[in-house]
């Protein structure tokens, strides 16, 4: 085991292998608040990569209930009581990690669910916590009574559960941009990353008899395009790009360093597991910030506040109206004059938004035709 | 003697207990006799004898594995590197050999009731493996080191069943599923073959055609195991109900990374039970035991 730094932590952890970060890592934004869990992505991503024989219950985009969805089964319970409980101090995690909490003989602490475990993929859908008297009426933030809506995919963690869990080294992380694969030549089927993956996002085929995972669609990213996931949400809830490392200071013209490094509006899912994963959620601000906390860890109160502001942050408005106007990557933005613009890698514009749609209001009666009219935004 | 009323001394639970018990003693008297009668010799060195012709390495039940006798091998978990086995799924093995001077075959036999053979989800075969040294610097046991490769031939239950039963498929490990549309029922079978990635890069676990039941291996450490490029490995395996009888072997002919054989070598051992999710490092093994090749003038 190494000394490696995890900054989701505020501290150093043990993990399997030494601290080596890709020249770049791949990383996402999600924001929960505007998920509708039409599951377009869960759709589009099954479309393209796991149709075949043998993937049926391969999911490796999914839209779960909270806080009583999971797929599979229990996922997270799973992880919480295997972690067992853990303080944060001043930002610092004072639990222990899978890495840490691995009993003698494991690698990961982990469990490997079987196939009921896969069986129910909308379980929980739709449940709220807590029940409606009659004539309750939810007048704030947060609710009394609520659910959310996560967007789940592969992390393409850090310091990845399956990559440590898997005694084979078939599981690695591209150099150039982080992503986490399976070696699809080098796999045995050992389904120790699926044991070891605190997510449950590597999957056993049951015709190849090896283990698959979500790829990021590197094909896209290698051409400068974005994920299935992200450029199918008809919700505009997701932004994929590159994360810079925590020895670098963060860079506020790139869109995904902006939301997660300065203005820290996008927490990592369960970051106490300490695999250091690249998805990152906007806090759904009509939850209970009890759960929020078990979720996202410190920072959720920020969070919230600070997105809370956007309409009156020209800067933070101009980024959240880049999420889904385009199929590709940006690696920066600016926003000048109430627009919003995008630029790819080498600095050219790819996409230009204005932070105010243009609208007209018509009279409500037409006088032309005799009739009323309804105006719709 | 005077007979006995459930009524006059003894309950009727108590007679059916005593009842029971003669029953037991009955089968129990039989199982001795059985026992006698099939008695396996047994010895404390491995030797694999020497037999004309072919020795029987896809052939559990050939005559000739009758005739010699039985060496005992036990198993402890393997505890030496992640991950570990935590129980002893399979206390031993018995094992036999024979060989012809150019093949090597192997009997094992172990006790194992719970046939495993399908791979799925949280699913795992039943398995055993032959470890061999390549170089008369003898190895680490534990899968071989740097310089001093190990070969390896491993039996699975699921490439026995993929040969007796047909390739199994998802349909077969969930016959209750209802299975998705297979791609090569919508295109030409070269471009399903995309859809299938461990099949596509020539995964031999992917593998479509399954011709031996025993797969090939060479090692130079823990999580090094890589097919051979040519295999020569047979095998085949039976459930008995109480557990595996298993042949296999291959050919003695040395040079990379394989086993040539010598009079005086050593031979390892390890043991899966899916049925307790052992795979992989997940076993149950013994260090090297000393092998005597008889050659034909023996």
Same mark, same amino acid.
């Given at each position: 085991?190494?000394?490696?730094?995890?900054?989701?932590?505020?501290?150093?952890?043990?993990?399997?292998?030494?601290?080596?970060?890709?020249?770049?890592?791949?990383?996402?934004?999600?924001?929960?608040?505007?998920?509708?869990?039409?599951?377009?992505?869960?759709?589009?991503?099954?479309?393209?990569?796991?149709?075949?024989?043998?993937?049926?219950?391969?999911?490796?985009?999914?839209?779960?209930?909270?806080?009583?969805?999971?797929?599979?089964?229990?996922?997270?319970?799973?992880?919480?009581?295997?972690?067992?409980?853990?303080?944060?101090?001043?930002?610092?995690?004072?639990?222990?990690?899978?890495?840490?909490?691995?009993?003698?003989?494991?690698?990961?602490?982990?469990?490997?669910?079987?196939?009921?475990?896969?069986?129910?993929?909308?379980?929980?859908?739709?449940?709220?916590?807590?029940?409606?008297?009659?004539?309750?009426?939810?007048?704030?933030?947060?609710?009394?009574?609520?659910?959310?809506?996560?967007?789940?995919?592969?992390?393409?963690?850090?310091?990845?559960?399956?990559?440590?869990?898997?005694?084979?080294?078939?599981?690695?992380?591209?150099?150039?941009?982080?992503?986490?694969?399976?070696?699809?030549?080098?796999?045995?089927?050992?389904?120790?990353?699926?044991?070891?993956?605190?997510?449950?996002?590597?999957?056993?085929?049951?015709?190849?008899?090896?283990?698959?995972?979500?790829?990021?669609?590197?094909?896209?990213?290698?051409?400068?395009?974005?994920?299935?996931?992200?450029?199918?949400?008809?919700?505009?809830?997701?932004?994929?790009?590159?994360?810079?490392?925590?020895?670098?200071?963060?860079?506020?013209?790139?869109?995904?360093?902006?939301?997660?490094?300065?203005?820290?509006?996008?927490?990592?899912?369960?970051?106490?597991?300490?695999?250091?994963?690249?998805?990152?959620?906007?806090?759904?601000?009509?939850?209970?910030?009890?759960?929020?906390?078990?979720?996202?860890?410190?920072?959720?109160?920020?969070?919230?506040?600070?997105?809370?502001?956007?309409?009156?942050?020209?800067?933070?408005?101009?980024?959240?109206?880049?999420?889904?106007?385009?199929?590709?990557?940006?690696?920066?933005?600016?926003?000048?004059?109430?627009?919003?613009?995008?630029?790819?890698?080498?600095?050219?514009?790819?996409?230009?938004?204005?932070?105010?749609?243009?609208?007209?209001?018509?009279?409500?009666?037409?006088?032309?035709?005799?009739?009323?009219?309804?105006?719709?935004? | 003697?005077?007979?006995?009323?459930?009524?006059?001394?003894?309950?009727?639970?108590?007679?059916?207990?005593?009842?029971?018990?003669?029953?037991?003693?009955?089968?129990?008297?039989?199982?001795?006799?059985?026992?006698?009668?099939?008695?396996?010799?047994?010895?404390?060195?491995?030797?694999?004898?020497?037999?004309?012709?072919?020795?029987?390495?896809?052939?559990?039940?050939?005559? =000739?594995?009758?005739?010699?006798?039985?060496? /005992?091998? *036990?198993? &402890?978990?393997?505890?030496? @590197?992640?991950? !570990?086995?935590?129980?002893?799924?399979?206390?031993?093995?018995?094992?036999?050999?024979?060989?012809?001077?150019?093949?090597?075959?192997?009997?094992?036999?172990?006790?194992?009731?719970?046939?495993?053979?399908?791979?799925?989800?949280? =699913?795992?075969?039943?398995?055993?493996?032959? /470890?061999? *040294?390549? &170089?008369?610097?003898?190895? @680490?046991?534990? !899968?071989?080191?740097?310089?001093?490769?190990?070969?390896?031939?491993?039996?699975?239950?699921?490439?026995?069943?993929?040969?007796?039963?047909?390739?199994?498929?998802?349909?077969?490990?969930?016959?209750?599923?209802?299975?998705?549309? =297979?791609?090569?029922?919508?295109?030409?079978? /070269?471009?399903?073959?995309?859809?299938?990635?461990?099949?596509?890069?020539?995964?031999?676990?992917?593998?479509?055609?399954?011709?031996?039941?025993?797969?090939?291996?060479?090692?130079?450490?823990?999580?090094?195991?890589?097919?051979?490029?040519?295999?020569?490995?047979?095998?085949?395996?039976?459930?008995?109900?109480?557990?595996?009888?298993?042949?296999?072997?291959?050919?003695?002919?040395?040079?990379?990374?394989?086993?040539?054989?010598?009079?005086?070598?050593?031979?390892?051992?390890?043991?899966?039970?899916?049925?307790?999710?052992?795979?992989?490092?997940?076993?149950?093994?013994?260090?090297?035991?000393?092998?005597?090749?008889?050659?034909?003038?023996?």
């Amino acid at each position: 085991m190494a000394d490696v730094y995890n900054w989701q932590l505020g501290r150093k952890m043990q993990y399997q292998y030494e601290e080596h970060r890709p020249k770049r890592q791949v990383a996402y934004v999600f924001d929960p608040n505007k998920c509708i869990a039409c599951q377009t992505c869960t759709i589009a991503c099954k479309q393209t990569w796991t149709w075949g024989a043998g993937q049926e219950y391969m999911l490796w985009n999914n839209v779960e209930t909270k806080p009583y969805g999971f797929f599979p089964t229990g996922w997270d319970v799973m992880l919480m009581a295997l972690l067992g409980p853990g303080e944060w101090q001043n930002g610092v995690y004072q639990g222990k990690t899978v890495f840490e909490a691995a009993p003698e003989g494991e690698r990961v602490q982990g469990w490997l669910p079987d196939d009921n475990d896969w069986s129910h993929p909308n379980l929980g859908e739709d449940e709220p916590l807590g029940v409606a008297a009659q004539g309750t009426y939810i007048a704030d933030t947060p609710h009394d009574m609520w659910f959310h809506y996560m967007p789940r995919i592969c992390n393409h963690c850090t310091y990845p559960g399956c990559l440590a869990a898997c005694p084979r080294q078939a599981i690695y992380k591209r150099e150039e941009d982080g992503i986490v694969l399976v070696d699809q030549e080098r796999c045995r089927g050992y389904q120790e990353c699926t044991r070891g993956c605190p997510y449950k996002k590597v999957f056993f085929n049951n015709e190849t008899r090896v283990s698959e995972k979500c790829i990021a669609c590197f094909p896209k990213v290698e051409e400068g395009i974005m994920p299935q996931c992200v450029t199918s949400c008809i919700g505009r809830i997701r932004m994929m790009g590159f994360i810079g490392g925590p020895d670098e200071e963060p860079d506020p013209t790139n869109p995904l360093d902006y939301m997660i490094r300065v203005k820290k509006i996008a927490l990592p899912l369960y970051p106490q597991a300490g695999t250091e994963p690249n998805v990152y959620y906007i806090p759904p601000i009509h939850v209970d910030p009890s759960y929020l906390h078990q979720l996202f860890g410190p920072g959720v109160e920020q969070a919230i506040e600070t997105y809370s502001t956007t309409k009156t942050d020209d800067e933070l408005l101009g980024l959240m109206m880049l999420f889904g106007c385009t199929d590709r990557i940006l690696h920066s933005f600016d926003v000048r004059d109430r627009i919003a613009h995008g630029y790819d890698d080498k600095g050219e514009e790819i996409v230009s938004v204005p932070l105010d749609e243009p609208t007209f209001i018509r009279d409500y009666f037409d006088e032309v035709h005799g009739n009323y009219l309804m105006n719709v935004p | 003697m005077t007979e006995q009323r459930p009524d006059e001394g003894i309950s009727r639970r108590g007679f059916i207990g005593l009842s029971a018990g003669v029953v037991a003693a009955t089968v129990g008297a039989g199982a001795v006799a059985l026992s006698v009668a099939t008695e396996e010799k047994k010895t404390d060195q491995l030797v694999s004898r020497f037999t004309e012709g072919s020795p029987p390495s896809a052939d559990p039940d050939d005559e =000739r594995w009758g005739e010699i006798p039985v060496f /005992e091998v *036990p198993l &402890t978990p393997q505890q030496m @590197a992640t991950p !570990m086995l935590s129980s002893l799924d399979v206390p031993s093995l018995g094992v036999r050999s024979l060989n012809n001077g150019a093949e090597i075959a192997f009997l094992l036999e172990w006790d194992d009731p719970d046939l495993s053979d399908i791979d799925a989800m949280a =699913r795992f075969h039943d398995a055993v493996a032959v /470890e061999l *040294p390549t &170089t008369t610097e003898l190895p @680490a046991a534990s !899968m071989g080191q740097a310089g001093s490769p190990v070969h390896i031939v491993q039996w699975r239950a699921s490439w026995q069943a993929d040969i007796d039963r047909g390739r199994q498929t998802v349909e077969d490990a969930f016959p209750n599923m209802y299975p998705g549309v =297979r791609p090569e029922t919508l295109m030409l079978p /070269e471009d399903a073959a995309v859809f299938y990635p461990g099949v596509y890069v020539g995964n031999p676990q992917s593998s479509r055609v399954r011709h031996q039941p025993v797969e090939e291996l060479t090692a130079v450490g823990f999580g090094s195991l890589a097919d051979m490029d040519e295999r020569r490995a047979v095998g085949k395996g039976v459930h008995t109900g109480s557990g595996w009888k298993v042949a296999l072997g291959t050919a003695m002919l040395g040079g990379q990374g394989r086993f040539a054989g010598s009079p005086k070598t050593k031979v390892a051992f390890a043991a899966w039970s899916g049925s307790k999710d052992n795979r992989g490092a997940r076993k149950q093994w013994a260090d090297w035991s000393d092998l005597r090749i008889e050659g034909r003038s023996a």
